[in-house]
T-cell receptor, first 112, second 115 residues
């Protein structure tokens, strides 16, 4: 079952912050975040594995609340290069091979 | 930096024809994946492959689809008899291991157009 992302789309001015949410109705083992620019392949941002884990890369960070089956991606002081579609992918099993189910994506546009 | 490559970048085919999409994963990676993205929609998992076997597949991956690693470097996706609804961007990905903490690296994709 695919995760639900919100919002579907957001427009920011440079320097503004945004939060993208990803939730599942089923228990999750891991959450993967990717960004895809138009006409390009998805690019890995981060994986969150443990409940309550937070990770960050420069001004993009994420949290994973295992109990709530939710993850949030935080974009701080957005830059024009942040524009793209952000996908969360979820994985339910800890054993076996990776099978990531992606959400429908959140389109983010950063304008000057 | 090593990267996943895919060929061709765009393929146009007639309905009912067979197509083979090719991927060269990162050389020391052992796990390989195919995903599909219909225009404007989400990325959908098709299949994962390890040790010359399919390890997971989705309900999309029916008998019309097959995967193969014909040699030590290529990983292919074959669609036997293409349908209009197979038109999509197909992404290949690879990872060093198949565990949840490992990153999947995506190729640039092949756009398949079925007429």
């Amino acid at each position: 079952q695919q995760p639900v992302q919100s919002p579907q789309a957001v427009i920011l001015r440079e320097g503004e912050d945004a939060v993208i949410n990803c939730s599942s109705s089923k228990a999750l083992y891991s959450v993967h975040w990717y960004r895809q620019k138009h006409g390009e392949a998805p690019v890995f941002l981060m994986i969150l594995l443990k409940g309550g884990e937070q990770k960050g890369h420069e001004k993009i960070s994420a949290s994973f609340n295992e109990k709530k089956q939710q993850s949030s991606l935080y974009l701080t002081a957005s830059q024009l290069s942040y524009s793209g579609t952000y996908f969360c992918g979820t994985e339910r099993n800890s054993g076996g091979y990776q099978k990531v189910t992606f959400g429908i994506g959140t389109k983010l546009q950063v304008i000057p | 930096e090593p990267e996943v490559t895919q060929t061709p970048s765009h393929q146009v085919t007639q309905m009912g024809q067979e197509v083979i999409l090719r991927c060269v994963p990162i050389s020391n990676h052992l796990y390989f994946y195919w995903y599909r993205q219909i225009l404007g929609q989400k990325v959908e998992f098709l299949v994962s492959f390890y040790n010359n076997e399919i390890s997971e597949k989705s309900e999309i991956f029916d008998d019309q689809f097959s995967v193969e690693r014909p040699d030590g470097s290529n990983f292919t996706l074959k669609i036997r008899s293409t349908k209009l609804e197979d038109s999509a961007m197909y992404f290949c990905a690879s990872s060093n291991s198949g565990i949840s903490t490992d990153t999947q690296y995506f190729g640039p994709g092949t756009r398949l157009t079925v007429l």
